[in-house]
């Protein structure tokens, strides 16, 4: 075996490693979440990115969004989007925050 086989063999066994290691935390992030519908989904706007990530995932169209102005005349970015939540649509089933990449929602009470 080359040097470079057993390179590419330890790369696919770490990746194999973290990707394991990741799937356990968000089990883990996942069930200290609360559910249902006594709690309503929180987008904290300094973290979306406006992806669009939770839209694809949620069943009850309970998640738009919308454009928001830049901070700063400086950028040249043509648009700059934030998600929000449909308070009544929401059925608290918690997809959206497993599909965040950015950590950006939460559940809150009602
Ligand atoms: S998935 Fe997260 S970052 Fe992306 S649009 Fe939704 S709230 Fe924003
Ligand atoms: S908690 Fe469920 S219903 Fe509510 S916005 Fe997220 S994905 Fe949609």
């Known amino acids: 075996m080359t040097r470079l086989d ?3 063999k330890q790369r696919q066994k770490e990746a194999a490693r973290i990707k394991k290691s990741l799937s356990s ?3 883990k992030i996942s069930s200290g979440v ?3 519908e006594e709690v309503v989904a929180f ?3 300094d973290q ?3 992806c669009d990530q939770c839209i694809l995932v949620c069943d009850d169209q309970a998640i738009e969004l919308y ?3 830049l901070s700063t005349p400086a ?3 043509e648009i700059n989007k934030k998600a929000k939540i449909l308070r009544d649509a929401c059925t608290g089933c918690i997809l959206c925050v497993n599909a965040c990449p950015t950590n ?3 559940m809150i009470d009602r």
Request: aromatic letters at 0%; glycine letters at 8%; charged letters at 25%.
């Open 67 to 69: 454009d928001v102005p």
């Open 43 to 45: 987008v904290s706007l």
């Open 104 to 106: 950006a929602i939460t």
């Open 25 to 27: 935390m968000q089990e």
């Open 34 to 36: 609360k559910e249902g």
């Open 75 to 77: 950028l040249d970015i």
């Open 6 to 8: 057993e390179l590419n």
């Open 48 to 50: 979306c990115i406006g």
